[in-house]
Every structure is written in C-alpha cells, then in structure tokens.
C-alpha cells in the first residue's frame, strides 16, 4: 500500500530542461512541482473534507446535547438511524479520509517533490561551465542544492497539511454559526481580520528575517568547507586560531540574525494568546448570552465553546505553519541565486557530435581575456598538425593552460575560432568534445569512491581486465595491491578519499595517468604531467606517456624543459601569445627566450621570472 502511494509520481520522470529558470520564487516552484498537479488537487480535496468531517462532528456535538434534554427512552428510539449513522461516519469515513491524506502528505508529498527538485536542481548545476563553480563555493552550491529542494517539499506540505486544512475549517466554522446565528459570526469575523493583520506582519518580518539567517548558515557552511577542504593547509600553517577567528565571525553573524528571527516568533506567540483569549470570551459569552434570552440552545452553546477551543488550539499550528513556509521561502529565494541561475555555456541548436579522423588542430585569432583587458590569450593562432608532438613552454601566466581550457570549451572565446578537423568547437556537443581528448593535470584531483571506479572513468564500459592493464602502463598496479581503506576494502576496491587524499601526489598522478591510457583519446594534453612524481618513477613513467602518445595529436605543458626537449615542435608563450616556434636544438640556436629559460634553469625547473 505505502508503495502504491511513494509510486504515484516518478521524480525521474522525463522533461523538458530549462536552460533558464523562472526568476520569481512562485514561478520556480510552479516548475518543480509541475508532475505534482493531480496529486495537489487531491491533496487539497481531502484536506476540504478532513476540515469539514471536524465541524460536522462540532455540530453533532451540539445537537447530541440538545436532543439528551429528552428521555433516554426517546433518544434511542427517534434517532438510532442518526447515531448508527455518527458512529460508522467517526469509525469509518474520517479515519479513511485522514488515512489517504496523511498517505497523500508524507508518502506522496514529502517523499518524492524534494526528491524531484534535488535531482533536477543537481543536473542543472552539473551543466554550468568551469569558470561558474569557480565563482563560488563547493561546500555553498552543495547546501543550496541540498536545502532548496527540502524547502519546495515542506512548503508544498505545508500548504495542503495546513493552509488547505484551516482554509476549509474556517469557512465551514462560518457556516455553522451563520446557520444557528447569523450574530455568533461577527465575533469569530473580526477575529479573522485581527488574526489577518497579527499574520501579514508575522509575514514581512519572517521572510526578511528568515533570508538573513538562510544567507548567514550559507555563509558559515561556506567557511568551515573551505576551512575542511584545505585543512592540509591549515594543519601545514599552524592556522587554527585564524581558522577558528574567520569561522567565529560567521558563527556570531548567524547567531545575532537567528536571534532576531526568533524575536519575530515570540511576539507571534504572545499576539496569538491575546487573540484567542478575546475570541474566546466573546464568542462564548455571546453564545451564553444567547441562552439566557431563549434565542439559542444548550447544544449550541456546547458547541460554540467546543469550535472556540479547537480553533484555539489550531491557530497557533496555523501560524506557525504559514511562518515555515514564508522561512522556507526565503531559503528558496536564496538558494534560486545559484540553482535558477541560467546556463551559459551551452551545445549550438543544431550541435553534432564531433568526429575525429586526423586530429588537426587549428586555432585561429583566438582571445580570451576572462573578461578582463589583459591575460589569458591574445590573438594567437597556430596550427597542430595530425600526430604532432608539441610542448608549450613559457613563464607562468603566460596562457599555457589556458589555451588548453579553451581547446576543451571550458570557456567560450571571445574572439577567435578553434577547430578540430576543420570542425568549429563551438557548434559541436560538448560532451563528444571532451569525449575524444585525453588530458592529465598537474593537479590531480580523485573521486572519493574506489581506485577501479577513478580509473573506469575514463572509459565506464572497461572490463577488469583493461582497467588492471592501464594501472600496469601507468606503474600504479603494484601499490594498488598494497592499499587498504577504513572500511577495510583493498586493491581496486579501496577508497581513496576526498579528492584522493590518502594517496601521495606520484600515487595520484599515476591513478591519473592510468584513467587517461584506458580512454585513449585520439588527442592528448599533458598540463604538468609528471610533476608530482619523484625520479625515478618519472623516468619509469615517461615510457608509458611515450607509448601513449603514439599516433595522437599531444599538447603538453612542461616547467621541466627535458621532459619536451624531444617533441616535434616546441611552441614559447609570453603574455598570451607564441613567440617563438621549432625544435630545441632551433630555439637553442636562435638564442631567444627558449634560449634563455633553458640557460637558466636548475635541477630542470623553469624559473618564472
């Protein structure tokens, strides 16, 4: 049963992504909840008649009581029908319906819209560009992704657990007084509009509140991330104190606006308790009143005292209810910063996949400021024939690994063509780009899953044996088999940490490598390749980059000038353009900024000044 329910929506289902979403909040949600429309009429449905099953037995009550003014003979007799009738209606029909709705909440609602809206708010940040998450936290996109979704869920929930419910109570609390006494309506209405004003200030105050706080907790998560994430840092520094300073300052921001959000909650309950006190006494007193003068019965009274009660009982719940969901509001409203956030980079109309027969590389006039007027790359253009070897030299800041960003569309140019096979990197897919380039990173950076899973990522339809063959090439399967995690996996099933921390740098560099021979791209970047390694690995190493490189098309960056010295061509980069090009023995000979790098090197590093 609970499975037919949790069933009723699939939050994988197929849609139509958004590459720009809505920018107001109701707009954002409508999105979300869009798969939910059937399940929210429903909802509302049984939250109308759960609402109205309580004032029928509120009016039950009161006519039980009038008709006990009579002999008990008389009551069985005259009104079985109706009490057999009260009994399977408070046995049967209201269980039932509080059952499916409650079902309808929590099996339907709760577990499947923030499951929803956590799925696709997760792939659409997965599509921003690289210079997007380099604008931001880590540790604040994952709490946004993470907390804006359990929003959406407990707003909708509250809204047809609460909103719904009070709505439907109220207007069948109206209709029982009216239908008694049109004048036991006039206190509970100005109440209402007393009740209005009390929330509407509740409200702004709330959502202003509540968004300083959500921002003040993002702030905090933010900081103690980075604090986590660099902690070698930290340790290697001896910045605890700065580190728990820097920490102390967004707890203290997150403390005083919390505090200011809860002032709110206080007055809230106190104006809540002066109200009902005055619905109450009115309401009551009215009702007696009525009594006194013959215009109203027992039963009327008992009920009017048992609907004051309830109420009484349900505006607190009610409050709070609306307060949630204009807090939980405001958490959608910031996290909507970084999840509504349109994609910038994204495939042309009409984009196809990029096939690879030579890989020629051409780059054309190609700038790239990073939006700045100096750095990055300035109109350079170069052509990397089929199989050539080239090594890109150069000071730091150069442009060296920015030229290879551009060649995978980390960024888009901002002038300029790069071409693959006479193919517009532009106006192809992503994906098919990236797919057909092999790259290792000075700075290599593992999932924190398994050493086999790091290494299959690089092709996910490996088989073991061509994953256990590509940790061989890359000298990586003999410490593998020495690895063991605290979970006790080992070998290829140890885990390795975040972003490989309980490897050395040579051991993640190795796992790199391995990942890298087993796609086996057409083109090969190397940016720092065999930096972190020692020596004597290098040189075990540099066999296997040779033989990688066999009839592919290679880019790579090196500061150790001997590990390019052999390549076909070697291209000088200064201030984001070439300015020299040819072989080591030509750049020797030309006695120019090769020449000079070169002269000044020690222990084979570049010197960057």
């Not at 979704?149 to 407990?154: K, M």
């Not at 005292?305 to 307060?323: E, F, K, Y």
């Not at 004597?536 to 000038?561: C, D, F, N, P, W």
């Amino acid at each position: 049963m609970f499975k037919k329910f949790e069933n009723l929506v699939d939050p994988f289902c197929d849609y139509d992504e958004n590459t720009t979403p809505p920018t107001t909040v109701i707009g954002f949600i409508s999105e979300y909840c869009q798969p939910f429309r059937t399940v929210f009429a429903v909802a509302g449905i049984l939250a109308m008649l759960a609402a109205l099953s309580e004032i029928v037995l509120i009016y039950a009550v009161g006519w039980l009581v009038d008709v006990m003014q009579g002999t008990p003979d008389n009551l069985l007799d005259q009104h079985s029908a109706i009490l057999i009738g009260l009994a399977l209606f408070v046995l049967i029909f209201k269980p039932a319906i509080h059952m499916i709705d409650v079902m309808i909440l929590n099996n339907t609602l709760m577990t499947n819209v923030a499951t929803l809206a956590r799925w696709r708010s997760h792939k659409h940040v997965l599509r921003q560009s690289i210079g997007w998450f380099e604008n931001d936290f880590a540790g604040r996109i994952a709490n946004r992704v993470m907390q804006t979704p359990r929003s959406i869920g407990e707003v909708t929930f509250q809204i047809f657990d609460a909103m719904s419910y009070s709505l439907a109570y109220f207007v069948g609390a109206f209709l029982l007084l009216i239908n008694e006494d049109w004048r036991l309506s006039i206190p509970l209405a100005i109440w209402v509009v007393c009740y209005g004003i009390l929330m509407k200030w509740i409200v702004v105050n709330v959502e202003a509140r509540s968004s300083a706080s959500s921002d003040a907790r993002s702030e905090l998560n933010g900081r103690v991330v980075d604090s986590y994430t660099n902690i070698h840092s930290v340790k290697m520094f001896a910045n605890e104190g700065d580190e728990l300073a820097y920490a102390k300052e967004a707890i203290v921001s997150t403390r005083e606006t919390v505090g200011l959000e809860m002032r709110v909650y206080s007055l809230m309950d106190f104006g809540i308790n002066i109200l009902n006190g005055l619905m109450t006494v009115s309401l009551v007193g009215w009702a007696i009143y009525l009594w006194t003068i013959g215009a109203a019965s027992a039963g009327l009274v008992v009920a009017a005292i048992t609907l004051v009660l309830r109420l009484s009982a349900m505006t607190g719940w009610i409050m709070w209810a609306i307060t949630n969901i204009f807090s939980e509001l405001g958490v959608i409203r910031e996290g909507m910063q970084t999840i509504a956030q349109p994609v910038a980079m994204l495939d042309a109309p009409d984009a196809k996949p990029l096939t690879v027969s030579k890989a020629l590389i051409e780059f054309k006039s190609v700038t790239h400021h990073y939006g700045r007027t100096a750095g990055g790359i300035d109109d350079l253009s170069v052509t990397i024939l089929p199989g050539e070897k080239v090594g890109l030299v150069g000071r730091s800041g150069a442009g060296k690994s920015t030229l290879l960003k551009l060649l995978l569309r980390f960024y888009d140019l901002e002038q300029g063509k790069i071409l693959i096979d006479g193919q517009d990197i532009l106006t192809v897919q992503q994906d098919s780009l990236r797919g057909q380039i092999g790259i290792v990173q000075q700075e290599s950076s593992l999932l924190h899953r398994s050493i086999r899973d790091n290494i299959a990522y690089g092709d996910r339809s490996a088989s073991e044996d061509a994953i256990i063959q590509a940790s061989k090439k890359a000298h990586a399967y003999d410490f593998i088999q020495d690895l063991c995690d605290p979970k006790g996996n080992s070998g290829f099933q140890a885990e390795v940490g975040e972003r490989g921390v309980k490897l050395s740098g040579g051991q993640r560099q190795r796992i790199s490598l391995a990942r890298v021979v087993l796609k086996n791209a057409p083109i090969l970047l190397l940016d720092e390749a065999t930096s972190a390694l020692d020596s004597e690995v290098e040189a075990a190493i540099q066999e296997t980059l040779y033989s990688m490189m066999q009839g592919k098309t290679v880019v790579a960056i090196a500061h150790r000038l001997s590990t390019i010295a052999q390549m076909d061509r070697i291209l000088v980069m200064d201030q984001g353009r070439i300015v020299e090009q040819g072989t080591h023995d030509a750049l020797l000979s030309k006695g120019g900024l090769y020449a000079d790098l070169w002269a000044r090197q020690s222990g084979g590093f570049l010197k960057t000044d």
